[in-house]
């Protein structure tokens, strides 16, 4: 397999086409390049579909040991499970290469455009790299603002919390809502990735948000609602998969290169984490917050209960006292008319 893979190195590189993100034994890596035509790529897909046989072949060999070895027992449906690995095998390669020649330079080039001095607002002459450097950290809002909602729609059409969250609603029994689960892991990966563009931009260590984050995250798993805690942890662990990743990745090191003065190795990743550690505490103050309105309903329909009844009990007082007074009415009237009689 290696001598195949280097074969298919080789053919590469005189079209300037390389392998990086593809783990090839024994190899130096270098960047793919996106500027070659449509040769390059399917070059890069042979190149890529090797690569992931080879990755995938050891999860293979577990299933069928442990199948045959420890567990003594025949592959049910064999044909099927080779059908299923295969389209692992092509998905992942599709997937692999797409994020080469479409996602990350999508991203670099979304970060390049919306920190270039021209689209901030300055004159053209201070294009420097000091200039740019300079410039105060209130001028990015259109990064903040893209940061979000790059982090929020592709949490929403994250394949992984979708499941989750079918699951979730399924288990509970409806009491938590699917929607709202995925609404709130959103908002908090969309908070949690403009943080930590911000962080970018001003050049602050990483430590500094993570460790005041975790410790929030340690005083709410205390406070919230047990049941909700176990998913909240998962729901920071799904969130940062095939859709979300590439992107918020792409951003984060196309940030670290445009902004002078940053480290794409120390500044550039970092976003994976903020995007871990904020749906955490977005769901579990979407727990707490749901606790809070149950309390408030219900604290309102005991007060509502007490009114009623103190109503009740004065409307049943006023009924007793009119019929007290009927009577004694009637009393006197009786009283009258037998003393008129001769």
């Not at 982090?151 to 929607?179: Q, W």
Request: contains cysteine.
């Amino acid at each position: 397999m290696d001598l195949i893979l280097r074969s298919i190195h080789w053919l590469c590189s005189p079209s300037g086409l390389t392998a990086t993100l593809y783990d090839v034994p024994e190899q130096t890596e270098t960047p793919i390049t996106t500027t070659g035509g449509f040769s390059e790529m399917v070059w890069a897909l042979v190149y890529c579909l090797f690569s992931t046989i080879w990755n995938v072949l050891p999860i293979a060999v577990v299933v069928i040991v442990f199948q045959l070895l420890v567990l003594r027992r025949p592959l049910q449906n064999l044909p099927r499970l080779i059908w299923g690995f295969c389209f692992v095998i092509l998905g992942l390669t599709f997937f692999l290469v797409g994020l080469e020649f479409a996602l990350f330079p999508l991203g670099e080039e979304m970060a390049r455009q919306l920190t270039s001095p021209e689209f901030l607002g300055l004159p053209t002459m201070l294009g420097s790299t000091a200039v740019v450097e300079s410039i105060p950290w209130q001028r990015f809002y259109w990064t903040y603002l893209f940061a979000f909602f790059i982090g929020f729609s592709t949490t929403v059409a994250e394949p992984s919390l979708i499941a989750v969250a079918m699951k979730a609603e399924e288990v509970s029994g409806g009491a938590v809502k699917a929607r709202g689960l995925r609404m709130a892991v959103a908002l908090g990966v969309g908070v949690g990735i403009t943080l930590g563009t911000f962080r970018i931009v001003v050049g602050q260590p990483l430590a500094a948000y993570i460790i005041p984050g975790y410790i929030f995250v340690m005083i709410q798993t205390y406070l919230a609602p047990r049941a909700i805690v176990p998913l909240a942890y998962d729901s920071g662990g799904v969130t940062t998969s095939t859709v979300t990743v590439p992107l918020v990745t792409a951003l984060g090191l196309g940030l670290s290169t445009q902004i002078p003065g940053r480290n794409p190795l120390l500044d550039g990743f970092g976003l994976i984490a903020f995007a871990s550690l904020f749906p955490i505490i977005s769901v579990l103050g979407y727990a707490q917050a749901g606790q809070w309105l149950e309390r408030r309903r219900q604290a309102k329909m005991k007060r509502d209960e007490i009114s009623n009844s103190t109503l009740d009990s004065e409307n049943t007082a006023k009924t007793h006292a009119d019929v007290s007074t009927s009577t004694t009415s009637i009393q006197q009237e009786t009283i009258t008319i037998s003393k008129e009689r001769p």
